[in-house]
């Protein structure tokens, strides 16, 4: 079979360029490093947390009394954007379970009650999906009473805002005494396990892509031996 030489050489002088990746490997790492920063910026900008669920557990008021929630999607504080429960009293720990749209909001609000007097109030949980691309999973944020004086003010007919034997006190001087968060996003809250899996799949990622790499530029390497032996 006839071999067209000079096919040979103008492909010989062709694959001569690669050759500074050789002499450079920095540049594959930094490639590398590019490519993982679009990964990671791609996955963030994919993560949608919506509110499900916010429950408030209550020592029994010293009257029946109605709480309400009001969740601000964008339009501030509404009673369109809100929702109602009844509280009975009963001399118990009751809980109260707000469940909210699907919604995106990172405000809330929580009205304790429409009467002055004494409340107490021993946790508040928020329940949240957490979603990555097609992947969904709840995440459960619960605030003792210490964490509820650290995150929630006390904005309206509040005077006193203080936690005791675990138990978060309030005393309502009005008929609107209500707190408020606003920031209730759990990025910063998430499990160390989380965290410790993102870093991990970060890595493995760098290690994969330059093993990758690794393997198709030595293939080429000695593709190109064998056609400069020609």
Request: proline share 3%.
């Amino acid at each position: 079979m006839a071999v067209n030489k000079n096919y040979y050489n103008s492909l010989k002088e062709y694959i001569k360029f690669p050759d500074f990746i050789k002499s450079n490997l920095g540049i594959r790492f930094l490639g590398i490093i590019f490519l993982t920063f679009i990964l990671l910026v791609t996955t963030i900008s994919n993560i949608k947390i919506t509110p499900v669920s916010l429950s408030v557990e209550v020592v029994s008021p010293q009257y029946d009394d109605i709480f309400q929630v009001f969740y601000d999607i964008g339009k501030g504080y509404n009673e369109t954007d809100s929702i109602k429960a009844k509280v009975t009293r009963n001399n118990r720990l009751t809980k109260i379970v707000f469940n909210l749209p699907d919604k995106d909001t990172n405000k809330l609000r929580i009205d304790t009650g429409t009467q002055k007097g004494h409340i107490v109030i021993k946790a508040i949980r928020l329940k949240q999906y957490f979603r990555i691309f097609n992947i969904t999973t709840s995440y459960i944020k619960r605030w003792p009473a210490k964490e509820i004086i650290e995150d929630f003010k006390p904005i309206n007919h509040i005077v006193n805002f203080y936690e005791k034997n675990g138990m978060l006190h309030i005393t309502a001087t009005g008929e609107n005494p209500y707190i408020q968060i606003d920031n209730i996003s759990p990025i910063k809250d998430l499990s160390l396990i989380l965290r410790i899996v993102i870093s991990f799949l970060a890595i493995l990622f760098v290690i994969v892509v330059f093993y990758v790499s690794k393997f198709i530029y030595d293939k080429f390497i000695l593709i190109k031996n064998r056609i400069l032996c020609l």
